[in-house]
């Protein structure tokens, strides 16, 4: 039996009671503003209140995997359920968190990645491995060694360390002088002239490997990534990636990293880690790191961080059926037709008028629209939402990043589907971009 919902009045009720990340309130609260109830999902498909249909465009922000209501995902999780819901990670441990870690370091060369913290999202996997990397310095007797370097443009999350890495100005604001000191730089060739890079203050370069997301899917050359290890090997400087987004399959191997055969000094995992469906994160680190803590407790070397979910076991149940189905299903293997037939998409859609450039790695895809003088739209004009809204009337449920229009789906999307979504998304921005460059 279905479900019956009453749309209007919890569409009342959220307006009045809640506050929705990243978004503008008045606006949402406004009358005329219909906010989509979601309700069910299933696959690469979600539901609303009032039984429409979307393909999740965007992997429900990045997260999902391996589609909606998977049946593996959902049996480990309630199986879990069964036994214990939560326990604290404080002093006692529990089996899904052990086997999760084995699992995760395995994905790494024996003697590399070896340790794994497991905190709650995105921001905390980074915030940890900050954390890590400062005190590591101060306890080597490197006690100003604090500046992080990243890139312009970056963005690494919103708890205040993790939001000092970010290169967006609008995740900045309310948090600036309350931060971590960071050197912004746009590509790895500036590094050597940076004044302590070698032997100075840098603790650590921090990047999203091979794509910026909330850049607006950005794609870094081809080696850069093995390039930027190289100059920290050089330097002595440790380097993170933050894989938050990229983790999972998304680019088309299990981790960004592994396509130029990179290893980290921390490697941080969220958003997919569970498949996208309940949230857990992991950092995952090296013995050097991991020895340079181990002393007496007066010596103070102890990471005094974390939460009251870390090592949640029905979060670990949940990304250990998610590694099940990569390996029972052969996701990966699968990926190669998938990532094949959304470039021709793409190519398809470039030569639509005002469709300035898109980009793609993987099953990741930007698609940036411009005036057709190639200049950017004024952002009050809100484009690239005006364009996601209307997509939701071809079926489709996707966010912007500013003029991009992000296509991502769940990995386990058909051809047919990516097909159907990157229509709507066609369809939606011819309609939009008519009435705001005629
Ligand atoms: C690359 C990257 N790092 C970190 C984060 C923050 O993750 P969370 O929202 O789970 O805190 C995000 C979120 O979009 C991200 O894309």
């Known amino acids: 039996m279905r479900d019956v919902w009453n749309t209007q009045a919890l569409v009342e009720s959220d307006k009045k009671h809640l506050w929705h990340p990243f978004t503008p309130m008045r606006d ?28 999740d465009g965007n992997s429900s922000i990045w997260t999902n995997i391996h589609g909606h209501a998977h049946p593996k995902i959902n049996r480990a999780i309630q199986d879990q359920l069964e036994r214990v819901a939560h326990v604290s990670f404080l002093g006692t441990t529990n089996p899904p968190a052990i086997e999760l870690a084995t699992r995760l370091s395995g994905y790494f060369p024996e003697g590399t990645l070896e340790r794994v913290f497991l905190s709650d999202d995105g921001s905390t996997a980074v915030e940890a491995a900050m954390k890590m990397a400062v005190q590591f ?6 006690m100003n060694r604090s500046r992080f370097i990243t890139f312009e443009n970056a963005y690494h999350g919103d708890t205040l360390g993790a939001a000092s890495l970010g290169g967006i100005g609008a995740f900045q604001r309310g948090v600036t002088g309350h931060q971590f000191p960071v050197t912004r730089i746009s590509g790895p060739e500036e590094l050597d002239a940076l004044p302590g890079f070698h032997h100075g203050d840098v ?48 680019t088309g191997t299990m981790f960004a990293c592994q396509q130029e055969e990179v290893i980290p000094d921390f490697l941080c995992l969220a958003k997919g880690l569970t498949g996208g469906y309940v949230p857990l ?12 803590f ?55 859609i470039k ?53 991009t229009i992000v296509f991502m789906p769940p990995l386990c999307v058909t051809l047919e589907e990516m097909a159907d979504g990157m229509r709507a998304i066609r369809t939606a921005a011819k309609e939009v971009l008519m009435e705001a460059d005629p």
């Open 28 to 55: 949402w609260c406004a009358e005329d503003h219909s906010p989509v109830v979601l309700v069910r999902g299933q696959g690469a498909w979600l539901e609303d209140s009032e039984g429409r249909r979307y393909l």
């Open 137 to 142: 310095w101060q306890m080597a007797g490197h």
């Open 203 to 250: 603790a650590a370069v921090v990047i999203e490997p091979l794509i910026q997301g909330a850049a607006g899917m950005k794609t870094w050359p081809k080696g850069m990534l093995r390039s930027l290890r190289k100059k920290c090997d050089e330097a002595g400087v440790f380097l993170i990636l933050d894989e938050v987004m990229t983790g999972f399959g998304r």
């Open 281 to 292: 994160a992991a950092t995952l680190t090296t013995a050097k790191v991991f020895d340079a």
């Open 294 to 348: 181990l002393g007496d407790v007066e010596e103070g070397k102890t990471f005094y961080y974390g939460h009251s979910y870390s090592g949640n076991p029905v979060g670990c149940a949940a990304a250990l059926a998610s590694l099940d189905v990569f390996r029972d299903e052969c996701v990966l293997e699968k990926m190669a037709p998938k990532i094949e037939r959304l470039g021709e998409l793409l190519a398809e």
């Open 351 to 403: 030569n639509e008028p005002g469709i300035y450039e898109t980009r793609q790695c993987g099953l990741i895809a930007g698609i940036e629209v411009r005036q057709r003088n190639g200049a950017a739209f004024p952002w009050m004009m809100r484009v690239g939402a005006k364009i996601c809204l209307a997509a939701r009337r071809y079926g489709i449920l996707t966010r912007p990043v500013l003029d």
